[in-house]
């Protein structure tokens, strides 16, 4: 009988010891990986937004949506709301995010024009108020880990749902135009992949506020891929390079050189 409870309690063991492991492996691979390359993924986006001096019709709200998720996870995973460094690894990507994400709604701003930087300003300033307000209460209205996780945790669930499905605001543009063009493609696909894989770090570790924006993230991401492969055949319109620039100006200065002797050739001053 001792022997059966002992065998029982090793094999216990075994499971949590390999599913601890399994969910450090999901971890790694989530935070320090698909997560990094989703934060990262607009850097392709800005370089061409500063190479022409114009955010041109892309979207800030995914950026702005991002910095709210960011804001809220961190401050999620600090040991002032979750269980001492339970949750270290959120920290660290999220933290990383809210650098990147800061940096990209600057950028914006800076490349924008006067009315959308109003606009745009707002609604970081807001973002920033609301998640003041949250870390304020709970901080101080609530005195215990379980509440404060409940709290930070339910309205860090939207606001992530909202981040994952924020690259669907130029779905409309999407189809009626029948080209991606403004709708980043890696954007697409890491969040696809980031949510998937935070989608099992939450399960795995029995927390369902990390697992539930993802159930939603994961399919939404699915979605932006179809319809980028549905219409990627017509997507971007690449910039005239600088030799066909210079041969069509060299042929529409023969052009116009042809027509003028044909002018002069058919004036009949000239002729007399």
């Known amino acids: 009988m001792i022997q059966n409870q002992h065998i029982n309690c090793l094999k216990s063991s075994l499971v949590y010891t390999y599913l601890s492991s399994l969910r450090m492996v999901v971890c790694i691979l989530a935070g320090n990986a698909a997560s990094l390359l989703l934060y990262a993924a607009p850097i392709l986006t800005f370089a061409r937004v500063i190479r022409r001096k114009s955010t041109e019709e892309f979207s800030c709200i995914p950026y702005i949506l991002a910095l709210s998720n960011c804001l809220l996870y961190t401050w ?11 949750n270290f690894p959120v920290v660290t990507i999220n933290g990383l995010g809210i650098l990147l994400e800061c940096s990209f709604i600057a950028m914006y701003l800076w490349f924008s024009p006067t009315k959308t930087k109003i606009k745009v300003g707002a609604m970081a300033l807001g973002v920033l108020a609301i998640f003041t307000i949250i870390a304020v209460v709970s901080t101080f209205i609530f005195h215990d880990h379980h509440h404060r996780k409940v709290l ?7 606001a992530s749902i909202a981040m994952y499905g924020s690259p669907l605001v130029v779905v409309k543009q999407v189809i009626m135009t029948k080209s991606v063009e403004f709708m980043p493609f890696y954007l697409s696909l890491f969040s696809f992949l980031a949510s998937s894989l935070w989608m099992a770090y939450g399960l795995l570790g029995c927390d369902l506020f990390l697992a539930s924006p993802n159930l939603v993230g994961s399919p ?11 219409y990627r055949k017509r997507g971007v319109m690449d910039e005239p390079s600088k030799w ?9 200065k023969s052009k116009q050189s042809q027509l003028a002797v044909n002018d002069h050739i058919a004036d009949p001053k000239c002729r007399s």
């Open 76 to 86: 999620y995973g600090l040991p002032i709301v979750s269980y001492q460094w339970e």
């Open 220 to 230: 939404l991401g699915a979605l932006q891929l179809i319809l980028y492969c549905k």
């Open 152 to 158: 930070v945790g339910s309205i860090g669930l939207v």
């Open 244 to 252: 066909d620039l210079e041969n069509n100006g060299d042929q529409d």
